[in-house]
């Protein structure tokens, strides 16, 4: 079944229908495939904002406290889809309805104002021209998210390779041409320094930044995230994981290499969104969970790989289940993956194992044969032992054909036995 794609799509909250409607038919009038649905369609929201080149979220104080819209606005982010937000009121006024992770997602992309519907058609043309560079530039090459290899660097732990916001990126958020970078001005001549001396200068030099974006506790909290997960509980910090971390370091790709250079503090924030974004989405309570990891197995990103990794561990079966699947749609050739599947398919609930399974006969992970023969030789349960043998059949290889042949040879004599026993 091929999948629907759009130019645009709208995510909004059924209060905000008016200002809907107009960019719709604005949208529309440009000959551009604009989807915006009901909050009750689910699914197909899920699927549009996977699929679509350019994200507007209508921004009122009743989407901002929507769950779906929220949860929308993170799966676009960690979707690498460009998101304009279009507001419906002056910023005070609605951030004091966004939660935290939505005001830091959106706290470096410029909001276009709709106030009333009298500003409405002068203030078009600011969100026409950035829609039509987004769509311009997607046009030019390959997207980013369908170019992106699988690869989860050993020295940056659940690296967040997010593009935020749009195609231009804000002066505020590069460094000067010959400025010398964080580390420079702060640890010249130094190859490591200690975590402890990397956030204190960190705080002392963005100061004022964080003050508008943090309270004391989430400081606590950016604290713990950039050591436990940025630098991998790292105490001494090298300068080389700094530069991974960066994405300026021998880790960088040849297309990190094209982009703007972030200054230290943007790419802190960059990264906490990311982890922010991809927790809302995943999060038990999130309304389009399920739909969004059915979905974003398209996206071979790290962190969605991340995240699926995580979900095999997950309380729910179902969710579990779903996990290995999508990750036999990521995970060909990649380590981490099968070893993650190998021990799913020791799980206690049999579609979580069946799951795995398949999707390692999917991949042709060979290191599994070995477990995938005794569970088609030792499972209780028929479908689990159907599903090892369609496996082993997806990796015909000699070590499967013979031993499937062996196996095949002593049934056949243990019914021969058995009906010599009658």
């Known amino acids: 079944m091929s999948v629907e794609k759009f130019d645009v799509m709208i995510s909004y909250h059924e209060n905000d229908e008016e200002l809907q409607t107009y960019l719709t038919d604005q949208l529309t009038k440009l000959g551009l495939r604009v989807f915006h649905a009901s909050s009750s369609d689910v699914s197909r929201r899920v699927e549009a904002v996977i699929n679509c080149s350019v994200f507007i979220l209508v921004l009122s104080e009743w989407s901002a406290k929507e769950t779906l819209c929220n949860d929308e606005t993170s799966l676009a982010y960690i979707s690498n889809r460009p998101i304009f937000p279009v507001a419906t009121d002056e910023y005070p006024v609605i951030?004091?309805?966004?939660?935290?992770?939505?005001?830091?997602?959106?706290?470096?992309?410029?909001?276009?104002?709709?106030?009333?519907?009298?500003?409405?058609?002068?203030?078009?043309?600011?969100?026409?021209?950035?829609?039509?560079?987004?769509?311009?530039?997607?046009?030019?090459?390959?997207?980013?998210?369908?170019?992106?290899?699988?690869?989860?660097?050993?020295?940056?732990?659940?690296?967040?390779?997010?593009?935020?916001?749009?195609?231009?990126?804000?002066?505020?958020?590069?460094?000067?041409?010959?400025?010398?970078?964080?580390?420079?001005?702060?640890?010249?001549?130094?190859?490591a320094v200690s975590f402890e001396s990397l956030w204190l200068c960190f705080v002392i030099e963005y100061k004022d930044l964080l003050d508008l974006q943090f309270d004391e506790k989430q400081m606590e909290w950016l604290e713990k995230l950039l050591f436990k997960e940025a630098f991998g509980r790292n105490k001494i910090i090298s300068k080389?994981?700094?530069?991974?971390?960066?994405?300026?370091?021998?880790?960088?790709?040849?297309?990190?290499?094209?982009?703007?250079?972030?200054?230290?503090?943007?790419?802190?924030?960059?990264?906490?969104?990311?982890?922010?974004?991809?927790?809302?989405?995943?999060?038990?309570?999130?309304?389009?969970?399920?739909?969004?990891?059915?979905?974003?197995?398209?996206?071979?990103?790290?962190?969605?790989?991340?995240?699926?990794?995580?979900?095999?561990?997950?309380?729910?079966?179902?969710?579990?289940?779903?996990?290995a699947i999508s990750l036999s749609k990521v995970g060909q050739g990649h380590q981490e993956v099968y070893e993650a599947l190998i021990v799913t398919t020791e799980d206690p609930d049999r579609l979580a194992r069946e799951a795995a399974i398949l999707s390692?006969?999917?991949?042709?992970?060979?290191?599994?044969?070995?477990?995938?023969?005794?569970?088609?030789?030792?499972?209780?349960?028929?479908?689990?032992r159907a599903a090892a043998e369609v496996a082993l059949q997806q990796m015909e290889v000699p070590a499967t054909k013979s031993a499937r042949k062996m196996v095949d040879l002593i049934s056949k004599e243990i019914t021969s036995l058995k009906q010599q026993a009658k």
Request: charged content about 25%; aromatic content about 10%; overall charge neutral.
């Open 240 to 323: 080389q994981l700094f530069l991974d971390f960066r994405g300026i370091g021998s880790a960088a790709t040849a297309a990190d290499s094209k982009l703007p250079r972030k200054t230290f503090y943007s790419r802190v924030i960059d990264y906490a969104a990311g982890n922010l974004a991809m927790k809302e989405v995943f999060n038990m309570n999130s309304i389009i969970r399920m739909d969004a990891i059915r979905n974003l197995a398209s996206f071979k990103t790290a962190a969605v790989v991340s995240s699926l990794l995580d979900l095999l561990e997950e309380p729910d079966a179902n969710l579990r289940a779903v996990a």
């Open 360 to 384: 390692l006969g999917k991949m042709k992970c060979e290191q599994a044969i070995p477990r995938i023969l005794q569970i088609w030789r030792n499972d209780p349960i028929a479908p689990v």
């Open 95 to 191: 951030a004091k309805h966004l939660d935290f992770s939505l005001k830091l997602t959106l706290a470096k992309i410029n909001w276009i104002f709709f106030k009333t519907p009298q500003e409405y058609d002068a203030n078009f043309d600011s969100l026409k021209a950035a829609v039509m560079n987004e769509l311009q530039t997607a046009k030019s090459g390959p997207t980013e998210d369908a170019n992106r290899e699988l690869s989860r660097q050993a020295s940056v732990r659940n690296e967040y390779n997010f593009t935020i916001g749009n195609t231009t990126v804000r002066e505020g958020d590069i460094e000067a041409e010959g400025e010398s970078d964080f580390w420079e001005r702060n640890f010249a001549g130094h190859s």
